[in-house]
C-alpha cells in the first residue's frame, strides 16, 4: 500500500487494523472494496488533516473526485474520528456517522481504539449494533501482515 508508505512519511502511524474486503453498497458492477483503519499521531489540525494531507495523497495516488461521491475510486481517506473532536460543517463531519451505519468502518476503527467512545454522544464502541453486523466482510491477512510489517508495526 504504497499510500500509507507516503502517509508515513508525514504523520507517525500508530496502528493499522485489519484489511477487509468488501462489495460495493448498490453498486455490483465496481470491484471490491480494501477497508482499513490507520490510528495516527498528529499535531495537525481535523480539516487541515483533510485538506492538506489527506486529499492531495488521494489525488497523488490517481484519485480523481466526480459529482457521483459513490464512484469507483482509486483511494478513499476519510477521517472519521480526531480525539474528542466533535465538528458538523460542510467540509467534515465527526465524528463520522458512517461509524454507527456501517460494520466495514466501525469494526477496523473498533480494532485500533477498543476502549474509544464517541464524543459526541459518549457511546462506546464496543457497544455499537453494527459490531455484530460483520456479513459481507472478508479479511485480508496477507495484506495486513504485509503493511504492518513494512511500517514496522
Known amino acids: 500500500m504504497k499510500a500509507l508508505d507516503i502517509l508515513?512519511?508525514?504523520?507517525?502511524?500508530?496502528?493499522?487494523?485489519?484489511f477487509y474486503r468488501t462489495a460495493p453498497v448498490n453498486r455490483p458492477e465496481q470491484s471490491d472494496f480494501l477497508n482499513g483503519v490507520v490510528a495516527v499521531d498528529t499535531d495537525v489540525g481535523a480539516l487541515a488533516l483533510k485538506k492538506q494531507v489527506l486529499r492531495p495523497l488521494e489525488r497523488k495516488m490517481g484519485r480523481t473526485r466526480s459529482p457521483d461521491r459513490y464512484a469507483a475510486r482509486t483511494l478513499d481517506?476519510?477521517?472519521?474520528?480526531?480525539?474528542?473532536?466533535?465538528?458538523?460543517?460542510?467540509?467534515?463531519?465527526?465524528?463520522?456517522?458512517?461509524?454507527?451505519?456501517?460494520?466495514?468502518?466501525?469494526?477496523?476503527?473498533?480494532?485500533?481504539?477498543?476502549?474509544?467512545?464517541?464524543?459526541?454522544?459518549?457511546?462506546?464502541?464496543?457497544?455499537?449494533?453494527?459490531?455484530?453486523?460483520?456479513?459481507?466482510?472478508?479479511?485480508?491477512?496477507?495484506?495486513?501482515?504485509?503493511?504492518?510489517?513494512?511500517?514496522?508495526?
Not at 464517541?118 to 495484506?143: F, H, M, N, R, Y
Open 77 to 153: 481517506l476519510d477521517l472519521i474520528l480526531y480525539g474528542e473532536a466533535v465538528v458538523t460543517s460542510e467540509e467534515l463531519v465527526l465524528p463520522d456517522p458512517d461509524i454507527r451505519l456501517r460494520a466495514f468502518v466501525a469494526l477496523p476503527l473498533f480494532e485500533v481504539a477498543p476502549d474509544a467512545r464517541l464524543p459526541d454522544t459518549g457511546e462506546a464502541l464496543a457497544k455499537l449494533a453494527v459490531l455484530s453486523e460483520q456479513v459481507g466482510l472478508t479479511p485480508d491477512w496477507e495484506l495486513t501482515r504485509s503493511v504492518k510489517e513494512r511500517l514496522g508495526l
Open 8 to 18: 508515513s512519511t508525514q504523520i507517525s502511524i500508530r496502528a493499522v487494523s485489519t
